[in-house]
């Protein structure tokens, strides 16, 4: 392996909780879930998070946590889907591994993500439009941040794995 971490980047719904978890499975390396790490550390919910202490502690944490995490080497990172909007976090990232990024179309997110409550930013504002629009705001940053890009719409998840791991190998 070229460099010491694998992290997985992309938007919500993309799939990085479920790749990394399979990634840990065929590689045996050690795997972290940023909003896990963080929902530990606080000690509540990531929505609980944004409600009562704002997006911008949540978004220091976020750093502070993934600082923490890549003090270590040969992990698998699965990072929030807004962790590329800081520039300090791309840097730390880069310099520490490969970044893959993960994309999907707005309608795949959706069908994703629909059913589920656990993302603040998509509350109340889920619907494909939205999503769509929060890409192409983010598209730019996603792809500065890339050193390997993989599309997973229509895939299976051994197969962006396998693609993940022929491209980082
Ligand atoms: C966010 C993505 C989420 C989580 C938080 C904010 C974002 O992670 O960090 O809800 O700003 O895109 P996932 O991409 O794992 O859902």
Do not use: W
């Not at 010491?4 to 390396?29: D, Q, V, Y």
């Not at 998070?49 to 993934?66: H, K, M, P, S």
């Not at 791309?90 to 994309?103: E, H, P, R």
């Amino acid at each position: 392996m070229k460099k010491k971490n694998i992290m997985l980047i992309g938007f919500m719904g993309t799939g990085k909780s479920t790749i990394s978890a399979k990634l840990r499975e065929k590689t045996r390396m050690e795997e972290v879930d940023m909003d896990a790490a963080i929902v530990e550390r606080e000690n509540c919910s990531i929505n609980e998070i944004f409600q009562n202490q704002g997006e911008a502690y949540f978004r220091q944490v976020e750093t502070d946590v993934l600082k923490e995490l890549l003090t270590e080497d040969h992990r698998i990172i699965s990072c929030g889907g807004g962790a590329v909007v800081k520039e300090e976090n791309v840097k730390m990232m880069k310099d520490n591994g490969s970044v893959i990024l993960l994309t999907a179309t707005a309608q795949t997110v959706f069908d994703r993500v629909k059913n589920n409550n656990d993302r603040p930013i998509l509350r109340g504002n889920m619907n494909v439009e939205f999503i769509q629009e929060l890409m192409k705001k983010r598209e730019a940053l996603y792809l500065r941040a890339a050193d390997i890009i993989i599309e997973t719409d229509e895939k299976s998840v051994d197969e962006i794995c396998d693609e993940i791991l022929i491209k980082v190998c």
